[in-house]
T-cell receptor
Framework: AQSVTQPDIHITVSEGASLELRCNYSYGATPYLFWYVQSPGQGLQLLLKYFSGDTLVQGIKGFEAEFKRSQSSFNLRKPSVHWSDAAEYFCAVGAGDYKLSFGAGTTVTVRA | NAGVTQTPKFQVLKTGQSMTLQCAQDMNHEYMSWYRQDPGMGLRLIHY???????DQGEVPNGYNVSRSTTEDFPLRLLSAAPSQTSVYFC???????????FGDGTRLSIL
């Protein structure tokens, strides 16, 4: 079965600074990888997804993620953070079936 | 453009009561699932369905029942509510294995 680890529980970043959120997965084959964002009291919104092909994936809101098979990682990045990026971020991995496994999430705080 | 609709949005129950959380999608998706979200634990899969008449258990199925009589609806039943079931519940649907899940806005459930 697949699993996901998000090593950072909480990250604080200054507005305008860069952001990188880490995600490591465990799965024997090439997985389907996703990043979701959740604002307080809201549902989950898809930021980006990786299925195959180019390992650098562009998403919404200026986010990108890079799939590195050798490191079993799918880290999320944004060059310049806005105050509206304060939220909780979830990495998820899907295998050959329909099920997704989610990481525990990383909460991002943006300071002025 | 409704997507995935969950009702109710909030609910307070007493221990031992039963209730049904409703989930409906209008995207003709075959795959639907229920998750619970607890602080520090990400989303954990309760039950899922790969089509009408087909359901299976996820990671934390105890205390919950599901059925899938139509493609559109996937209700989650709490048989005898317990305080440990206090959580935020999300329903999601997905069209195929290589498509992301679409989430509802969640049901915030408190068991007293």
């Amino acid at each position: 079965a697949q699993s996901v680890t998000q090593p950072d529980i909480h990250i604080t970043v200054s507005e305008g600074a860069s952001l990188e959120l880490r995600c490591n997965y465990s799965y024997g084959a090439t997985p389907y990888l996703f990043w979701y964002v959740q604002s307080p009291g809201q549902g989950l919104q898809l930021l980006l997804k990786y299925f195959s092909g180019d390992t650098l994936v562009q998403g919404i809101k200026g986010f990108e993620a890079e799939f590195k098979r050798s490191q079993s990682s799918f880290n999320l990045r944004k060059p310049s953070v806005h105050w509206s990026d304060a939220a909780e971020y979830f990495c998820a991995v899907g295998a050959g079936d329909y099920k997704l496994s989610f990481g525990a999430g990383t909460t991002v705080t943006v300071r002025a | 453009n409704a997507g995935v609709t969950q009702t109710p949005k909030f609910q307070v129950l007493k221990t031992g009561q039963s209730m049904t959380l409703q989930c409906a999608q209008d995207m003709n998706h075959e795959y639907m699932s229920w998750y619970r979200q607890d602080p520090g634990m990400g989303l954990r899969l309760i039950h899922y369905s790969v089509g009408a008449g087909i359901t299976d258990q996820g990671e934390v199925p105890n205390g919950y029942n599901v059925s899938r009589s139509t493609t559109e609806d996937f209700p989650l039943r709490l048989l005898s509510a317990a305080p440990s079931q206090t959580s935020v519940y999300f329903c999601a649907s997905r069209g195929s294995r290589n498509q992301p899940q679409h989430f509802g806005d969640g049901t915030r459930l408190s068991i007293l």
